[in-house]
T-cell receptor, first 116, second 112 residues
Framework: AQSVTQLGSHVSVSEGALVLLRCNYS??????LFWYVQYPNQGLQLLLK??????LVKGINGFEAEFKKSETSFHLTKPSAHMSDAAEYFC??????????????FGTGTRLLVSP | NAGVTQTPKFQVLKTGQSMTLQCAQD?????MSWYRQDPGMGLRLIHY???????DQGEVPNGYNVSRSTTEDFPLRLLSAAPSQTSVYFC???????????FGQGTRLTVV
């Protein structure tokens, strides 16, 4: 079974600083990887995804992530944090069930705190 | 577009009561699923469906039932609520393999 590890339950940055949220996965097959963001009292929203092709993936709100197979990592970055980036971020890997369903296996989440 | 709509947004139940969490989507998606979110544990899959009439268990199915009679609706039933089912529940839908999953706003359930 697939699994996802997100290092750091909380990450604090200053406004304008680099954001780096770490995600490592385990998968026996080439994975599909996702980053979701959850703002307070809301559902999850897709930031970006990797399926095949280019390993550097660009998403919404200036975020990007790089798939590194050799390191089994899919870290999320943003060059300059904004106050509005404060939220919880979830990394997920897809796993196919026996009925063909794309199951999302989530990490435990990282809460990003942005200070002025 | 409404996307994925969950009702109710908040609910308090007494131990042993039953209830149904509603989920509807208007995107004609075949895949629908229910997750629960608990602090420090991320989201865990409860049940899912790959189409009308087809459902299967996820990671934490005990205490929950589902059915899928239409493409649009995927209700989650708690048979006899327990305090361990206090959680935030999310419904999601997607069009298929590798496509984006769209999430509802969540239902915050407290069982006392």
């Amino acid at each position: 079974a697939q699994s996802v590890t997100q290092l750091g339950s909380h990450v604090s940055v200053s406004e304008g600083a680099l954001v780096l949220l770490r995600c490592n996965y385990s998968s026996s097959v080439p994975p599909y990887l996702f980053w979701y963001v959850q703002y307070p009292n809301q559902g999850l929203q897709l930031l970006l995804k990797y399926t095949t092709g280019a390993t550097l993936v660009k998403g919404i709100n200036g975020f990007e992530a790089e798939f590194k197979k050799s390191e089994t990592s899919f870290h999320l970055t943003k060059p300059s944090a904004h106050m509005s980036d404060a939220a919880e971020y979830f990394c997920a890997v897809s796993e196919v069930s026996r009925t063909g369903f794309q199951k999302l296996v989530f990490g435990t989440g990282t809460r990003l705190l942005v200070s002025p | 577009n409404a996307g994925v709509t969950q009702t109710p947004k908040f609910q308090v139940l007494k131990t042993g009561q039953s209830m149904t969490l509603q989920c509807a989507q208007d995107m004609n998606h075949e895949y629908m699923s229910w997750y629960r979110q608990d602090p420090g544990m991320g989201l865990r899959l409860i049940h899912y469906s790959v189409g009308a009439g087809i459902t299967d268990q996820g990671e934490v199915p005990n205490g929950y039932n589902v059915s899928r009679s239409t493409t649009e609706d995927f209700p989650l039933r708690l048979l006899s609520a327990a305090p361990s089912q206090t959680s935030v529940y999310f419904c999601a839908s997607s069009g298929g393999w590798s496509t984006e999953a769209f999430f509802g706003q969540g239902t915050r359930l407290t069982v006392v």
